[in-house]
């Protein structure tokens, strides 16, 4: 049994156990995962575990928390990024993932990310008179525009009901957003593997390329309001990189054995 170093990350409340694999033997299972994402263990949205790359600065691999896998985390990439900026000090990176090489750079005490460019489906998806606009950053996001953000019981049932259905056969994130103004949205999200998490950096995305392809709103330079924290978002065009610009902390370093 190898006793391996962590770091207890976040960004913008949503938290993640962070291991560094380029220098050691590490491979995640699942049941490692779900163990220590348990809030009564250590406790995380994501597990996420960075290794070498030959295109990149790093390659993040990147787990829900009951072990499953994902294609992308803007603020777990923000968080890898203030880890390989600080070690190589450099102002601008980039990260490989198992979707798409991420760029990052600082502005000022936070750090930006180029997300890629949204797809959007064809068709919508409704449940219950909920009408959700399907959105790929990289991972699936069900975006629903209400005009009220859903209690816990609303939001737990329909959350995970969207989340698991035949219309998503990988799953999806799920999103309930209200437009407060063109330059502020409120959002709570359900994320896929997970349940709710205080935030989501790709969600942030997919929900103002949401509402600026079907003008709901006059701007393309939006603030998305999550209960943990907020994220700025640009979107200049269609057919440009959705940029994402937040914080980050670490919150405390530890070494667990597997």
Not at 144 to 156: K, Q, S, Y
Request: hydrophobic share 40%; glycine share 8%.
């Amino acid at each position: 049994m190898k006793e391996f170093f962590f770091r207890k990350m976040s960004g913008a409340g949503n938290d993640f156990i962070i291991v560094d694999a380029r220098n050691q033997d590490f491979r995640a299972s699942s049941q490692l995962i779900s163990k220590l994402s348990n809030r009564h263990i250590i406790g995380c949205d994501q597990f996420v575990v960075i290794n070498n790359s030959h295109r990149a600065d790093c390659f993040m691999e990147i787990y829900n928390s009951d072990g499953s896998s994902s294609g992308m985390c803007g603020n777990a990439t923000r968080c890898v990024a203030s880890i390989i900026m600080r070690e190589k000090s450099l102002e601008q990176i980039t990260i490989e993932t198992s979707s798409k090489i991420l760029k990052c750079w600082k502005v000022g005490y936070q750090i930006a990310v180029e997300m890629g460019i949204p797809i959007f489906a064809n068709t919508h998806f409704f449940f219950e008179d909920l009408k959700f606009i399907y959105v790929d950053m990289g991972n699936p996001h069900a975006v629903c525009m209400v005009n009220n953000i859903p209690d816990d019981e609303t939001f737990n049932r329909i959350g995970k009901n969207v989340e698991s259905h035949k219309f998503f056969p990988k799953k999806t994130n799920v999103e309930f957003a209200k437009i407060i103004s063109d330059q502020i949205i409120e959002v709570r999200v359900f994320e896929r593997g997970v349940g709710e998490t205080l935030a989501c950096g790709s969600g942030a995305c997919a929900v103002a390329a949401a509402a600026i392809k079907y003008k709901l709103i006059k701007n393309n330079n939006i603030l998305i309001r999550f209960r943990g924290g907020d994220l700025k978002i640009i979107w200049p065009n269609e057919g440009s990189q959705i940029v994402m610009i937040g914080e980050y902390k670490e919150i405390f370093t530890g070494n667990f054995k597997n």
